[in-house]
């Protein structure tokens, strides 16, 4: 039996191809992620579908998402991390044309799941390619590159618009994506890069790699809970209309902006994970609670602006933390994020949906500064780090 070689080390430092190419390729993502419930309205016109059908393509993306997350590591291991991007590119390229061109149902929901396959696919390569590096370096990539995939997925619905009204052609909006995956695949690997083609040997994922799984799913649960459900909460609470809060819930956005923006250019550079996951978690809850309890438009505003503050750091911390505890199974690592992160968003706002049924929008809402509390709680029974908190690896 041929022996494995193992990883060399990492990079020292990021160059530009080592930057701008999985920037875009989380870019390409977001603006997917988006792009698909932009388009299910005039799916559901084109294919005659019902509000429940229709319904179904998100679903279908999930399932992909989280498919994505239990098998991409095997995957790459196959045909190597290098080659990990065309795999993914070529699966959402195919996806897109399914949904783009589908007769009927049956096609369109493949084309969805494939869409998530290929897209949670090509998160995990982001994550691998983004976590070679060191732990303040990774960190400050990983939160640049989720504020940059943030500005891409605001500019879906600007993208769709324009498409179906101005050109009556909804789907050249879809095919975006498709165009610029081919250009990328164009793109020679990096030197830096030539690692990746190694085939690393399977490594059992350590226990503090677990916590920070658990972080990631609690942050992220937060954060799409915010996303689906920030505008009804506001309307109950403050009677305000459908518009105005939906134009309230906007805020959040505009946090977690600000808050990656601040983060990436190197906020809290100094702290180790540990303190700006507490902070977070600390705004997060206060923003939440100021949401909850706030009965005027200008106290739910900051409610929702502190809100995605304290949640603009939770994901790509939690996921620098994730990788840096688990260096010799990054392959492994990488896709369980992304399950972790496709569990948060195909649970979270569901559960909280059902909750709502029950118990009412208002008092459901508690479960949003709950989650917050619960990270807390886990950071408060995860022993410290050692070492200078900027370079720390672990809590």
Known sequence: MAVQKTQPDQPASPGVRDIWVPFSHLAIWAYILYGLGLATPYLRTDLSLTDFQAGLHASAMAAGILTAGVIADSIGRRVGAARLRVVASALIIVAIGLVALAPGLPVSLAGALLLGLGGGTLGTDVVIRLGRFGAAETRRLLVQANAAAMFMAAAAPLAMGLA???LHAWRLALLLPAIALVVLLAIRPHDSESHLSIRPPRAPLPRAYWIAWLLIVLGVSIE?????WGSTIVGKRT??????????ASLFVVGMLVGRIATGRGLGARLSPRTMLASGLVVAVAGAGLTWLSTTAVLSGLGLLLGGL??????PIGLTVALHAAPKARLEAAARATLASGLAVFLAPSALGLAADAIGV???????PGLALAGL???????????????????
């Open 164 to 166: 179906a009204s101005g």
């Open 224 to 228: 799409f809970s915010f996303v689906f």
């Open 239 to 248: 009677g305000v209309s459908s518009a105005d809060a939906t134009l309230l």
């Open 310 to 315: 304290g949640t603009a750091g939770l994901y």
């Open 362 to 368: 208002v008092t459901a809402w508690l479960i949003v």
């Open 377 to 395: 709680a886990v950071l408060a029974v995860t022993p410290g780090a050692s070492g200078t908190p900027a370079e720390s690896t672990a809590f």
